[in-house]
């Protein structure tokens, strides 16, 4: 039996690597290497903070330092960054968590006004500040973001959200490696930043789909299961 593929693991907006910290200890657990980066600007980066062009060609850095096949994961605007820079050779699947799945020429501030969906909650937590960044207020972000989590676990993940470039919702990708890659979206049904309408809309590009009745934050909220999914596609 071959060893399992490497998980790499690409955080959303406003958030950094610590919020895989309960996903990264079961993978562990279960023998499948994983690596959890933080993007330029965020956590321990210390790069500034950039656009998607910036945010995808660290991650491309990272997968250079993978031998092997790896099993790419986004979460949220994660998924933006996942498309600009799955066309590295030794991407073998994809995974978007709740996550935008674009095509070429399109950004997530596009993808957000495509189609009928309900209204998300976040807009309205969102404080855009005049040095061309953006903050999600934290008391509404345990609701927003983690409203299936432990109340401990949610203020702690609130904590920790920091500001994220207003550039890189704007941003468009040059690439759409879902057209060629074997790719899997993970639709978390009681989510209240990316909706769950607009993630089926989006999730008809993936090869496959895959429904948990989770938050926005499955890592925190059931790690276990998100673990099930990535270890059985490390493992394919």
Do not use: M
């Given at each position: 039996m071959s060893p399992p593929a490497t998980v790499v693991l690409v955080h959303g907006a406003w958030h950094d690597a610590r919020c895989f910290e309960p996903l990264v200890r079961d993978l562990e657990r279960r023998g499948v290497p994983v690596v959890a980066a933080d993007r330029p600007g965020h956590g321990a980066s210390p790069e500034p903070l950039g656009d998607l062009a910036g945010d995808a060609a660290a991650v491309r850095a990272v997968l250079r330092t993978v031998d092997g096949p790896v099993v790419l994961v986004g979460h949220s605007y994660g998924g933006a960054v996942i498309t600009e820079a799955g066309s590295a050779p030794n991407v073998a699947h994809l995974v978007y968590v709740t996550a935008f799945v674009l095509d070429i020429g399109e950004s997530v501030m596009h993808q957000e006004g495509v189609g009928?969906?309900?209204?998300?909650?976040?807009?309205?937590?969102?404080?855009?500040?005049?040095?061309?960044?953006?903050?999600?207020?934290a008391v509404q972000a345990a609701e927003i973001f983690y409203n299936d989590c432990d109340p401990g676990v949610a203020a702690?993940?609130?904590?920790?959200?920091?500001?994220?470039?207003t550039a890189t919702f704007a941003g468009v990708v040059t690439e759409?490696?879902?057209?060629?890659?074997?790719?899997?979206?993970?639709?978390?049904?009681?989510?209240?930043?990316?909706?769950?309408?607009?993630?089926?809309?989006?999730?008809?590009?993936?090869?496959?789909?895959?429904?948990?009745?989770?938050?926005?934050?499955?890592?925190?909220?059931m790690p276990d299961r998100l673990a099930d999914i990535l270890e059985a596609i490390a493992l394919s």
């Open positions: 009928e969906h309900p209204p998300s909650g976040l807009g309205g937590a969102i404080t855009f500040r005049d040095d061309g960044t953006s903050i999600v207020d702690g993940a609130a904590e920790h959200l920091q500001p994220q470039a759409a490696p879902w057209k060629h890659t074997p790719s899997t979206y993970v639709v978390c049904t009681d989510d209240n930043a990316v909706v769950p309408s607009l993630q089926r809309w989006l999730a008809q590009r993936c090869t496959n789909v895959i429904e948990l009745d989770a938050s926005h934050s499955p890592f925190l909220s």
